[in-house]
């Protein structure tokens, strides 16, 4: 093997900043070189991707109603991930609490109670933990592997979103298309600026990351968190309870997906229909590892994406490019900061000299 | 040996750094046909280091090895192995879910059959029996250690290499070992035999070379040479002796009470507890004699609570007369019992967390939380004090665990459980990897510990360390506690035969607490 | 064909699917690498995989790129996960992301074509028994490759010296690499191997199962497939038929439907994931025969340290 690593004696701390920034840059390359081959313009693009969604004061409004629901489920999939349990299925989650939050306009459309929203966003939360429980409790009873079942789980919401949307909860005025009818006014977050669909949902998200800072870098729940993911034995040693990290990092998790679910609903889609969640799920995956599995770092990496995803809306337009493309750029951003994570542990070490290897013993 | 005769492997000005540490320092070693060389040095000299790059598992950053006096360029583990080069690990490096020959096959080639056929004849021939068809994870550790032998007597063997060869051996295995060694030695074959025990290098080498921070500091004939002149140039000052009277402090009650404990281990390939009773009282140490794979480890969680079986009979842990059967870690160190763990790094401490955050780890009720809140002044305070009064070698409360060598890390352990101001302690293989200075300061602390009216358990393999400190001992054997045995009464070789099942009619006489 | 047998015939061809990919998985797991990146494989090989059959007309060379296009992907993970030492399950991840972003682009213009899948053989004398015969011995060439695959990779894995490599390096890489292994090349291999199967599993997906190209058609199975490998307790023959098993539940709404009982559409579409949950935890739950089976280093990032 040519590339060699030699681990280093304290972990670098310069690095664990400037990995985002070198992923990005090896990305940004490497896309490049992919939409030369493609024979698009390089310009068009950087100018749809970089400048168009802070062209207008509309674009920007787009980018922040992105930023929130990837704020929000990034933040609470990074307390899991450092604590090694790997939700994967913020999907399903983001469904179920989409969901429950919209059975109240569906069966009280024509109420105009102040209580809609608290009740929506509390509905939300326990939907996405009900579903997230799940997945705790088979990891914890039966040490089914959480990955397999989160993502299993979000099939399974799916589906159960399909039939909802094709049955009992479809519109009757709706064409028979897969939707709910278009909740009251009392059921949606008031806009920003009013025409933009930017609402005050916002708020919650920031509010989160507040919270999560302060319970990651001065709770003792979450140093019990991260001892656990950085070792295990020791968080047992300690007293700590595994199966309580699990329950926390899950039902957090589905506390934010199923909160954002809710807001989507409740915000620029305004019903229940087949594409509430957008992919956030798996979006939010990349903005929690970008931002390196810290809250402020998330902050960067989520606005970061934001952009990207509203600059591929764009792109579709001005530079004539596929919406697989923000995709492919996301699965790179991902691809190479965990390449260059690396370097944060471990030196660059060129292998000196060349080595026999034992062939003979395969025969 | 005569002079002329050409050696065998020659190390050369052989060094290795790692990091800021100098492990390797310039080494000469010249190892001859038909010797037993011993490699001589406390923890943390640096014969392991020396010991890999002279099998090849690492690359030295300067110096040479010549093999028959011709320089050899690329030198690597196959390099070693074709020469006739042999290796038996400290931990062994057998695959657990394979079998004796599939393990064998990994470096021998060869048809099964003939391998199983083999390995029949080398096991008879140095007495070193062993089924070809067993899984490696239903064998002791002195049956994996045959394997890793017989895996080196199958190639064209010229120099074996054992690393600490008789710590994982009672004491009558250790005189099997030493005579199939002797056959070897017969035969022509050289030995490199690092350990650090000097009486067993006086009856077995003709040849040491000794050890000390990463430099040679001597080249003697083991048999002329008196083991305080070892010891001088193994450790190079004098280690106080340890001060101890007797224990007359012991509480009337038991601190720790341990009943007919019988577990089944979920784990395939774990060891079962049978009908095990022990109990420590304070004032007193206690120590658990075994070779390890015995139950040690299931022992040690289920007295720590990281284990904690929901079947079991209230009474069946008791610490300070109350049950303690369902209670978990926390509520355990609540009632005053600490406990120091035989993996550091991992499980002690967090290995990437500075010494401030792992004091954090188990010390968090000395006044570090408020409401939930980590109080970082507290922290530091419990941590400088606990660098301080332990003598920990660190660079300041902001280094990382995984940076302070074994002794410093082990000492830093020790004090963050000591300074919980417990009332029973807890201790599994409190000096392994210690470097001498540090392993004897752990053990003056325990005895004034004990001195001030604390119970200690302490399960160990090296049954000098608990002859040297522990007033009554257990052996542990497949799972099940010998009665107790007063230190003073009792002498190695008792306990050796404890340790492998052979108890003479008369050694019964355990006494009973 | 009676309904019955066009049904265990059908399970046959769609285990098929889950089947290669898993085998694919299991080698890469048996020496220590967790692959997550599957269904990402199969999406994006399914993609390159129908495209180069319907330019080309061939279905042999469809496989063939297919099966670079996953070993290509499989790569990536191998580079930053083995190579770059990054965790793995995150890695497995972003492949996973990577190919599926590829496929859609990939297949984009070939959306909705469609192909003749390719001629079922039947096996002389066999074929005639009946029940069995339609079942077993009138299936296309892949399915039966596939049994012989999996055959070959029993036999590799546990009686050849290879295997016993791949297999220490699973266990315990450390103690494989002071044995003078190249515990990267096998694991580089294994990887590999693994992309290739997920590579045919994309290709049998979109070429022969059903002659199409859909965007997201993989739908889950990539994910099934590395379920099968823990529900087979990494063993061949269970993952055999936990394949066939997994075969008959896709197909569950033709039994349904044959029943003339009235279940909404989105339960039998759930119910594949349904399973794959049950039976995960079901086994799972048996931790003493994980431990004894699942190979002990699967997941942990190797990075040449020497033994302590």
């Known amino acids: 093997m040519l590339l060699q690593f030699e681990r280093r004696d304290t972990p670098s701390k310069s690095l664990i900043f400037a990995t985002p920034f070198i992923a990005i840059t090896i990305t940004i390359l490497l896309s490049s070189i992919m939409l030369l081959i493609q024979g698009k313009s390089l310009q068009t693009t950087f100018f749809s991707f970089f400048i168009e969604p802070f062209e207008s004061t509309y674009a920007l409004s787009e980018v922040f109603l992105k930023f929130g629901p990837l704020l929000f489920i990034a933040q609470a999939l990074a307390i899991g991930f450092r604590a090694k349990v790997w939700n994967i299925g913020a999907e399903g989650q983001m469904i179920m609490g989409a969901i429950l ?47 397999l079942v989160t993502l299993m789980l979000s099939s399974i919401a799916l589906q159960i979103l399909y039939y909802l949307l094709l049955g009992p909860w479809k519109d009757p005025m709706g064409f028979n298309f897969p939707q709910t009818v278009m909740f009251q006014d009392a059921a949606l977050f008031p806009p920003i600026i009013f025409g933009f669909r930017l609402n005050y949902s916002l708020i919650i998200p920031i509010i989160f990351t507040i919270f999560v800072w302060i319970y990651m870098e001065k709770r003792f729940g979450g140093f019990q968190l991260t001892v656990g993911g950085l070792a295990p034995r020791a968080a047992t040693y300690a007293g700590y309870s595994a199966n309580g990290a699990v329950w926390k990092s899950l039902l957090i998790a589905g506390m934010a997906a199923g909160i954002a679910g809710m807001s989507e609903v409740a915000g620029p889609i305004g019903q229940l229909q087949r594409s509430v969640t957008s992919g956030y799920g798996y979006s939010a995956i990349i903005v929690a590892y970008l931002g390196a599995l810290h809250p402020i770092g998330i902050v960067f990496a989520a606005f970061f994406l934001s952009v990207i995803h509203i600059g591929g809306d764009y792109a579709l337009v001005t530079a004539d490019l596929p919406i697989s493309s923000v995709h492919i750029f996301q699965g790179l951003l991902l691809v190479t900061y965990l390449s260059s994570y690396t370097l944060v542990n471990y030196r660059f070490k060129p292998r000196k000299a060349k080595v026999k290897e034992v062939e003979s013993n395969l025969t | 040996m005569n002079g002329v005769q050409q050696p065998l492997l020659t190390l050369s000005k052989l060094t290795k750094i790692y990091g800021s540490l100098l492990a390797n320092d310039s080494i000469n070693l010249e190892v001859f046909p038909g010797s037993i060389h011993a490699v001589l040095g406390e923890n943390g000299a640096g014969k392991s280091t020396l010991m890999k790059l002279a099998y090849g598992s690492i690359q030295p950053d300067a110096g040479q090895i010549l093999w ?59 007495q070193l029996e062993i089924d070809p068809t067993a899984m490696v994870n239903s064998l002791s550790i002195g049956q994996r250690q045959r394997v890793e032998i017989i895996r080196c007597l199958m190639q064209d063997l010229k120099l074996l290499i054992l690393d600490e060869p008789t710590s994982v051996l009672p004491p009558q295995h250790v005189q099997a070992l030493f005579d199939a060694l002797r056959k070897l030695q017969k035969d022509g074959v050289a030995i490199l035999y690092i350990s650090h025990k000097l009486e067993e290098i006086r009856e077995l080498c003709d040849v040491a070379t000794i050890l000390r921070d990463g430099k040679v500091t001597g080249k003697v004939d083991p048999n002329k040479t008196s083991a305080q002149e070892l010891a001088t140039l193994m450790i190079g000052r004098t280690i106080p002796k340890i001060e101890r009277r007797k224990s007359d402090n012991k509480s009337k009650n038991p601190t720790l009470n341990i009943t007919n404990l019988n577990i089944k281990n979920p784990d395939p390939f774990g060891a079962d507890l049978k009908d095990l009773s022990i109990s420590v009282f304070g004032g007193e140490i206690v120590g658990i004699a075994g070779v390890s794979g015995n139950g040690q480890q299931e022992l040690g969680r289920i007295i720590s609570g990281e284990d904690i079986k929901g079947d079991l009979e209230p009474s069946a842990i008791e610490m300070f007369d109350q049950s303690v059967t369902r209670k978990g870690v926390i509520e355990r160190r609540d009632l005053g019992f600490a406990f120091v763990p035989e993996e550091r790094l991992g499980r002690g401490a967090v290995p990437s967390m500075t010494l401030s955050q792992n004091s954090l780890l188990t010390a968090f009720k000395k006044g570090m939380l408020k409401n939930g809140f980590i109080q970082g002044d507290v922290v530091t305070k419990f941590t400088n004090k606990c660098i301080k009064e332990f003598s920990v070698k660190a660079s300041g409360n902001g280094a990382t665990a995984n940076s302070l060598s074994g002794g410093n890390l082990q000492k830093f352990l020790v004090g963050r459980e000591l300074l919980l101001e ?11 990897g210690v470097d001498v200075g540090s392993a004897n300061e752990i053990r003056q602390k325990l005895i004034s510990l004990r001195d001030n009216g604390v119970g200690i358990l302490i399960i160990s393999e090296e049954l000098e360390e608990l002859f040297e400190i522990t007033d009554r001992m257990y052996v542990l054997r497949s799972g099940r506690m010998s009665n107790s045995m007063n230190t003073s009464e009792v002498t190695p070789d008792a306990i050796g035969e404890y340790m492998i099942g052979e108890e003479r009619e008369g050694a019964n006489n355990a006494i009973a607490v | 064909m009676m309904p019955l047998e066009f049904f265990l015939a059908g399970t046959m061809s769609a285990a098929t699917v889950f089947l290669l990919a898993a085998l694919g998985e299991l080698v890469a797991e048996k020496s220590g690498m967790l692959n997550l990146g599957v269904e990402g494989m199969m999406a994006i090989s399914a993609a390159v995989g129908f495209v180069v059959t319907y330019q080309t007309g061939s279905h042999i060379i469809g496989f063939m790129v297919a099966g670079v296009a996953g070993i290509g992907v499989s790569m990536v993970f191998a580079l930053v996960s083995i190579t770059f030492l990054a965790n793995q399950v ?26 003749t899948a390719p001629d079922t053989i039947h096996i002389p004398f066999l074929s005639d028994i009946p029940l069995v015969g339609p079942v077993l011995f009138q299936q296309n060439i892949v399915v039966y490759l596939t049994i012989v695959i999996a055959i070959l990779i029993s036999f590799c894995l546990n009686k050849t010296r290879l295997g016993l490599a791949i297999r220490a390096c699973g266990e315990n890489p450390k103690a494989a690499a002071a044995l003078s292994y190249s515990v990267v090349k096998i694991r580089y291999g294994a990887v590999a191997f693994g992309g290739l199967m997920a590579g045919f599993a994309g290709a049998y997906a979109s070429t022969i199962y059903t002659p199409l190209w859909a965007d997201g058609m993989i739908a889950g199975r990539g994910w099934i497939a590395v379920a099968l490998v823990v529900f087979g307790t990494w063993k061949t023959g269970r993952i055999i038929v936990g394949a066939y098993l997994f075969g008959m539940v896709s197909l569950g709404e033709l039994v349904v439907q044959s029943f003339g009982v009235a279940v909404p559409s989105q339960l039998l579409s759930a119910m594949p994931f349904i399973v794959t949950i049950v039976v995960l935890a079901i086994i799972s739950s048996d931790r003493a025969r994980l431990r004894l089976h699942a190979p002990y280093s699967l997941g942990e990032t190797y990075d040449g340290s020497e033994p302590q």
């Open chain 1, 101 to 147: 939050a919209s059975s109240i306009p569906v069966y009280f459309i024509d109420s105009e109670s102040v209580f809609l929203l608290p009740t929506m966003i509390f509905l939300g939360a326990i939907g996405g933990m009900f579903w997230a429980g799940i997945a705790a409790f088979l990891k914890t009873r039966y040490n089914a592997n959480e990955i």
């Open chain 2, 422 to 432: 417990p009332k029973l302690l807890f201790l599994s293989q409190p000096t392994w």
């Open chain 2, 68 to 126: 028959k006096d011709k320089k050899i360029d690329y030198w690597n583990t196959a390099v070693a192995r074709d020469l006739g080069i042999g290796m038996v690990f400290q931990h062994f490096s057998l695959f657990e879910t394979l079998s004796v020959v599939e393990n064998i096959a990994l470096t021998i080639q060869g048809p099964k059959k003939d391998l199983i056929d083999r390995i029949r004849m080398i096991g008879a021939d140095y």
């Open chain 3, 90 to 115: 995150a890695t497995g991840l972003a492949v996973g992301i990577l190919g599926l972003g590829f496929s859609a682009l990939i297949g984009k213009k070939h959306e909705s074509l469609t192909l």
